[in-house]
């Protein structure tokens, strides 16, 4: 924990009173890797108390299984086609490794498809999976809305489609035609990467967020995150860096270099729409001599990938992340498509958002929570 947030609840305490009559004041943008922040200089105190209180939540792992008890027996030979947006991008590609673990348990097949980072890559895969009849396909990770014509011809065929951060809300989704689609909540995901800036800064972060506004969803995720930073007045968005994921390997370095240059000591802390963009700026964080356990300090809203999960434990260039359970979301694809192929509604099924630090990982690279793998292994008789 670092030394701002130590103090941050009882700040909070002795100034909610005064802060409800006069609001947030503004602070300075020091942030948590230079001098501490006492109660004189605290931006927002009760913004400040509000994210302590939702980011301890959040960094709980004794956690229940939550989800479905109780649903349809798996049914037997089928074949699922699993069409990705990039490989490269860890959050599509770990979800494929969950439906292909759960695939095997039920005795169905998988066949991955490849879309490369382009739309019209991402076209020639999903027809490329329709060609197949496929029993299901999963649209991984892609905006639905560049395969018009492709889901047209799903929907002719009658093959249900899963989605996987498709579109913005989980659950079914009429338009597009998607039988479910399996995430987080957006909304939870971008609060609580948000509220952790706000607590561990105690309110005063000078703030870079990358995103990729080619993509719906992530385009929606940033928009919610500048909207809960923006709770505390003090926490000031430096810049918002648009950098389409097949492209970070290439742009973000460059563009990391630039903003040290730009901001210098004012960049305290980073959000990011996926993990991988703190692999890319590593190299030029530790060409300025930036310390790896230093600011600024680098939250991923999304997707949790092995490697984000080893720089959080060696403290190299990112402090924590905000999980999806990819691993169960795969389970959960699998799931979903049981229920379409028996007649049964969707499950509705939402898991509850999560940060994992170096604190509370005890050395494990991913978000694996309890129960899952049992509670469908029971539902499907397998």
């Known amino acids: 924990m670092h030394p701002n947030r130590r103090t941050a ?4 305490a002795l100034l909610t009173a005064a802060a409800t009559v006069v609001g947030c004041e503004r602070g300075s943008s020091t942030g948590a890797g230079s001098s501490p922040v006492g109660p004189s200089t605290a931006g927002c105190p009760v913004a400040v108390a509000r994210a302590e209180a939702d980011v301890r939540q959040a960094e709980r792992i004794d956690v229940s299984w939550t989800g479905p008890t109780s649903g349809p027996a798996a049914v037997s030979g089928r074949t699922i086609a699993y069409v990705a947006q990039t490989m490269t991008n860890p959050g599509v590609a770990g979800v494929a490794r969950g439906v292909i673990e759960a695939a ?7 066949r991955v498809i490849d879309g490369q980072g382009t739309p019209v890559g991402v076209q020639a895969a999903l027809s490329q999976a329709i060609d197949l009849k496929p029993s299901g396909v999963v649209i991984g990770g892609f905006d639905p809305g560049l395969t018009a014509q492709q889901l047209a011809q799903a929907e002719a065929a009658r093959i249900p489609l899963v989605g996987w951060h498709a579109v913005a809300a989980p659950g079914p989704s009429s338009n597009p035609p998607l039988f479910s689609n399996i995430t987080t909540s957006v909304g939870d995901v971008a609060r609580t990467s948000a509220d952790w800036i706000i607590a561990e800064s ?5 703030t870079v967020l990358f995103t990729d506004d080619s993509i719906p969803f992530a385009r929606n995720k940033s928009d919610l995150i500048k909207n809960q930073l923006a709770t505390c007045p003090s ?10 994921i097949p492209d970070s390997s290439s742009r973000t370095p460059q563009e990391v270099s630039s903003l040290l240059a730009r901001f210098q000591g004012r960049w305290t802390y980073s959000v990011a729409i996926n993990d991988l963009y703190f692999a890319d700026a590593a190299p030029s964080l530790r060409a300025a001599g930036k310390p790896g356990d230093g600011a600024p300090y680098n939250i991923g809203a999304g997707d949790g990938d092995p490697s984000a999960f080893q720089r959080i434990d060696s403290r190299q260039f990112q402090a924590a992340t905000v999980p999806e359970p990819l691993t169960q979301q795969g389970w959960q694809i699998i799931d979903e498509f049981n229920r ?19 604190a509370n990982s005890n050395g494990a690279t991913s978000w694996d929570p309890p129960g899952y793998r049992e509670a469908y292994r029971k539902i499907w008789e397998r």
């Open 340 to 358: 379409a192929f028996s007649g049964s509604p969707a499950s509705g099924y939402v898991a509850p958002v999560h940060i994992a630090t170096a």
């Open 9 to 12: 609840l009882a700040v909070a």
């Open 235 to 244: 926490v000031k968005l430096l810049a918002s860096e648009n950098i389409p």
């Open 202 to 206: 105690n309110g005063n972060a000078g």
């Open 104 to 110: 095997k348990v039920v005795g169905w097949n998988v």
